[in-house]
């Protein structure tokens, strides 16, 4: 099973919302991560959790903050958020943050901020 | 920053025909990723490539990995509808930190391919 669950599939939310996207595997992965995907753009990394500690966070607004309450589970709260924030956000999963891990994505969810 | 170039940019093709997709990294590769991507779906990984001279087959996806020349290539034989989509390679960046060593997986811009039945 190489399955990365994201919810919610598709989000709208005003710009003085407060909401949460969600994403689970349960792969015994120690490694979970967030990425941001623009339009006909490659994702574009922003943070990393590694055992569940914050190891790499790419210079992300502050509206965007990251949580991981368990080895599973990966959250990423928004708050405040620009339109210039929509976007496909997808999370993914490895073995470890390191040089031979697969990496497997969930089906995204697709932000849309109005 | 690693820099991932992919050719061609997007590609046209007719069913059954074999084609190749070629990714060129412009620093030393840990590791090559090919995924590929439905327009607003998420990435489906194919294969991970890690030494010199390893090649990977998945169904008719073939991938190599030229670790001198830091490139890699994925070749489908025999090309189908269910083929076309965005295909992207990967590749890990070193990164020093605090808390030890960490990779950065980043992705070339992506072959889109279109598939004519």
């Known amino acids: 099973d190489t399955e990365v669950t994201q919810t919610p599939k598709h989000l709208v939310m005003g710009m003085t919302n407060k909401k949460s996207l969600k994403c689970e595997q349960h792969m015994g992965h120690r490694a979970m991560y967030w990425y941001k995907q623009k339009a006909k753009k490659p994702p574009e990394l922003m943070f990393v959790?590694?055992?569940?500690?914050?190891?790499i966070n790419e210079s992300v607004p502050s509206r965007f903050s990251p949580e991981c309450p368990n080895s599973s589970l990966l959250n990423l709260h928004l708050h405040a958020l620009q339109p210039e924030d929509s976007a496909l956000y997808l999370c993914?999963?490895?073995?470890?943050?390191?040089?031979?891990?697969?990496?497997?994505f969930g089906q995204g969810t697709r932000l849309t901020v109005v | 920053s690693q820099e991932l170039e992919q050719s061609p940019q997007s590609l046209i093709v007719q069913e059954g025909k074999n084609l190749t997709i070629n990714c060129t990294s412009s620093?030393?590769?840990?590791?090559l990723y090919w995924y590929k991507q439905k327009y607003g779906e998420g990435l489906i990984f194919l294969m991970m490539l890690q030494k010199g001279g390893e090649e990977k087959s998945h169904e008719k996806i073939t991938a190599k990995l030229d670790e001198k020349k830091q490139q890699s290539s994925l070749h489908i034989t025999a090309s189908q509808p269910s083929h076309a989509g965005i295909y992207l390679c990967g590749a890990r960046k070193y990164l020093t930190s605090s808390g030890g060593s960490n990779y950065k997986l980043t992705f070339g811009k992506g072959t889109l391919l279109t598939v004519n039945p």
């Open positions: 959790y590694s055992y569940e500690k914050l190891s």
């Open positions: 993914a999963s490895s073995q470890g943050n390191a040089r031979g891990s697969e990496a497997f």
């Open positions: 620093k030393t590769l840990y590791g």
